[in-house]
């Protein structure tokens, strides 16, 4: 069967432009939440978020692209170019006919919605900008990484919320396992800190005042964020016979739908989904050594997830280590599990298990090694990374450490 | 607004979410009893802000929270009565 390894990755998120910046982030239990600046902030009860401070569109782009480019693409396009730089891979016609690009997105375009539905209904203006639509489709960010690299191959947006990323890079791996295309770029981009899409979450009653505190008994709910994580994906031979750099190896997939609640999550889909990740990738649950949880630190997703992972897990659960990386980069919704993966690669490649910070009060119902505030010097040849969307859409992906 | 003219209007926010007669929403009640969800609470506590223009201090991840208090249909009034009070 054909393999597939990681070969690039790139990063925009809270915790900095960059892969060495947020896996350094990451390790140091260093949080990129805090008070809201990017936006303002009258009439609005959430107070913090993990906004890309460091990220000034207008450094990278021109007016001109700017025009058509909502931050959510630019971040998408920012991370595709350092992780295609750090792959070394060169997109010559016929690979380019080979290459999937495929990105999580969940909400797409969301700055210019609510600058240009903010010109309609609060200013009265007649009319929006011209390249409205263009900029807030939701398959702007796979489109503009398409056209910036002559990716010619499959391309599309997926979005099914908080597991959009882990769909997507599901899928590419899938397609290049499959012999449909040789390589993909895919992950994961949202930049929804806006009035309106914060306002939605509002009234749902599940954000947090202070801080995110997954599997902590005093949390208080979920904290967003934006950013994007962009990886190339390489058929294994052919990335090994270009002397590619591997961070990784993509093994499974599992995904699976609750069939249940909009908003409740449900211990069986989890469950299975993560079972079906460990039989796609042919691996047991014994060789597990991290769950990049998904922990959003509402309690009905922390308690499921912990009680699935026991159920999935059994005795070995006790020896696991399960973090939440949300505790620092936050809920960054559609590319959340693109984030993760980053992160995940990085306990199998570095020895370093990323922390989950602001872990202060035990819950006995997470009562799991969810490595509290400080980062781990472990062995980790094998992990797992959880997606959980409203919808009941669960997708988990399993990784190995690649053996030369 | 009389006090209990709030614990009517609460009473019929209730009762229109459980989907139910407003004579059937005792005090005592619990959102249990009434056979209301975490969403059905989210959706009284929105009718709540927008009827009596006020802000309730409600967070689906600390339901036992002392801010406001959801235990009984007899305590959410009482909260309602006093965010009223606050705003006035």
């Not at chain 1, 008070?35 to 401070?53: C, D, N, Q, V």
């Not at chain 1, 009234?203 to 995110?212: E, F, I, K, N, S």
């Not at chain 2, 009034?77 to 705003?87: H, N, Q, S, T, Y």
């Amino acid at each position: 069967m054909r393999r597939v390894v990681v070969t690039g990755a790139g990063v925009v998120s809270a915790l900095g432009i960059g892969y060495e910046a947020h896996v350094a982030a990451l390790r140091a239990g260093r949080s990129g939440i805090g008070p809201i600046e990017l936006i303002p902030t009258e009439g609005l009860s959430i107070g913090i978020a993990a906004e890309a401070k460091s990220y000034d569109g207008t450094a990278r782009f021109t007016r001109n692209e700017l025009s058509l480019r909502d931050r959510v693409t630019q971040m998408a396009l920012t991370a595709t170019a350092e992780a295609v730089d750090r792959a070394g891979i060169a997109f010559d016609e016929a690979l380019a006919l080979r290459t999937a690009t495929v990105i999580g997105s969940s909400m797409g375009g969301q700055h210019t919605q609510d600058d240009n539905y903010r010109l309609l209904y609060r200013e009265n203006k007649p009319r929006v900008h011209p390249f409205t639509v263009p900029k807030l489709m939701a398959n702007a960010p796979s489109s503009w990484i398409s056209m910036d690299h002559g990716l010619k191959g499959p391309t599309w947006t997926v979005s099914t919320a908080c597991a959009s990323s882990n769909h997507a890079i599901g899928q590419a791996f899938h397609m290049i396992r499959a012999g449909m295309v040789d390589a993909a770029v895919t992950g994961g981009a949202e930049s929804g800190l806006t009035f309106g899409v914060l306002k939605a979450w509002e009234g749902l009653r599940v954000m947090a005042r202070d801080a995110c505190r997954p599997f902590s008994a005093n949390r208080t709910g979920m904290v967003q964020g934006e950013g994007a994580a962009i990886l190339v994906l390489e058929e294994r031979g052919a990335a090994l016979a270009r002397g590619a750099t591997v961070l990784g190896e993509i093994v499974g997939f599992g995904a699976t739908a609750d069939a249940g609640d909009i908003v409740q999550p449900s211990l069986d889909g989890a469950a299975r989904a993560m079972r079906a990740a460990l039989d796609d990738a042919g691996m047991a649950g014994g060789e597990v050594a991290y769950v990049n949880a998904h922990g959003t630190a509402t309690m009905a997703n922390d308690r499921t997830e912990c009680a699935a992972i026991r159920t999935v897990f059994g005795a070995h659960a006790d020896r696991l280590m399960v973090s939440s990386t949300k505790s620092m980069h936050g809920h960054c919704i559609g590319a959340a599990g693109a984030l993760e993966m980053v992160a995940t690669l990085s306990a199998l490649d570095g020895g370093i298990v990323p922390p989950t910070i602001n872990h202060e009060q035990p819950d006995p119902d997470c009562d799991l090694d969810v490595v509290p505030n400080e980062a781990r010097m472990a062995d980790v040849p094998c992990a797992l990374s959880n997606s959980f969307a409203f919808g009941g859409l669960n997708a988990v992906l399993a990784v190995r450490r690649h053996a030369a | 607004m009389t006090d209990d003219e709030i614990r009517q209007q609460v009473r019929a926010i209730i009762a229109e979410q459980a989907m139910i007669d407003v004579e059937q929403v005792s005090s005592d009640s619990t959102m249990d009893d009434l056979g209301l969800d975490s969403l059905g609470l989210v959706e009284i506590v929105f009718a709540i802000e927008e009827q009596f223009g006020v802000s309730v201090p409600y967070n689906a991840n600390e339901p036992n929270s002392d801010e406001f208090d959801i235990s009984t249909v007899r305590a959410v009034e009482d909260g309602v009565i006093r965010l009223v009070a606050e705003k006035d």
